[in-house]
């Protein structure tokens, strides 16, 4: 089993839709999850970091955390052709070493 | 405030060839991590070095290897190159301190190619 699973897509949504993007991880004593968007040929961009069991939102963005089923998702609100990437989620676990998914693409259809 | 400085942004090395990339963190970030990204394997973990010290590393030959400096600046160096070594290499930053904020930045990446 992978630290990190991530579908590897490519999701695709109408714009001005909601994408949901879903990662599971399998060390339960992780702490601190990321999200991370990454356009091709750039370098990952953090866009999210949750913490504690719920959801967190920031604009269209809105992180869920469920610690019991080790499952952390992405959400994207109204989205937009711009956000078309691949979506990194990353874990950080014990000794602050950070593992990454394989990432999902997202495709937001015009 | 600067973000993370990677140089080079390209190589083009020889197969057998060794090579050092560099990594400036973020002021005030003590770690810094590094990671080989390949379209088949994504984001591969290599190391973390937080005040000159390995803290983490990743199942990577011991042709990779790293350092760090007291100003936080890091290198990782890679021996007898191999073309599998072709891949962008990116480094993150972040505070690395218990307790503090953990989200890590990363640099635009050195690509480079082995030929």
């Known amino acids: 089993q992978k630290e990190v699973e991530q579908n590897s897509g490519p999701l695709s949504v109408p714009e001005g839709a909601i994408a949901s993007l879903n990662c599971t991880y399998s060390d339960r004593g992780s702490q601190s999850f990321f999200w991370y968007r990454q356009y091709s040929g750039k370098s990952p961009e953090l866009i999210m970091f949750i913490y504690s069991n719920g959801d967190k939102e920031d604009g269209r963005f809105t992180a869920q955390l469920n610690k019991a089923s080790q499952y952390v998702s992405l959400l994207i609100r109204d989205s937009q052709p711009s956000d078309s990437a691949t979506y990194l989620c990353?874990?950080?676990?014990?000794?602050?070493?950070?593992?990454f998914g394989t990432g999902t693409k997202l495709q937001v259809i015009p | 405030k600067a973000g993370v400085t990677q140089t080079p942004r390209y190589l083009i090395k020889t197969r057998g060839q060794q090579v050092t990339l560099s990594c400036s963190p973020i002021?005030?970030?003590?770690?810094v991590s590094w990671y080989q990204q390949t379209p088949g394997q994504g984001l591969q973990f290599l190391f973390e070095?937080?005040?000159?010290?390995?803290?983490n590393k990743g199942n990577f030959p011991g042709r990779f290897s790293g350092r760090q400096f007291s100003n936080s600046r890091s290198e990782m160096n890679v021996s007898t190159l191999e073309l599998g070594d072709s891949a962008l290499y990116l480094c993150a930053s972040s505070l690395g301190v218990q307790g503090a904020p953990t989200e890590a930045f990363f640099g635009q990446g050195t690509r480079l190619t082995v030929v």
């Open positions: 070095y937080f005040s000159e010290t390995q803290r």
């Open positions: 002021s005030g970030h003590r770690s």
């Open positions: 990353a874990v950080k676990g014990g000794y602050q070493k950070v593992t």
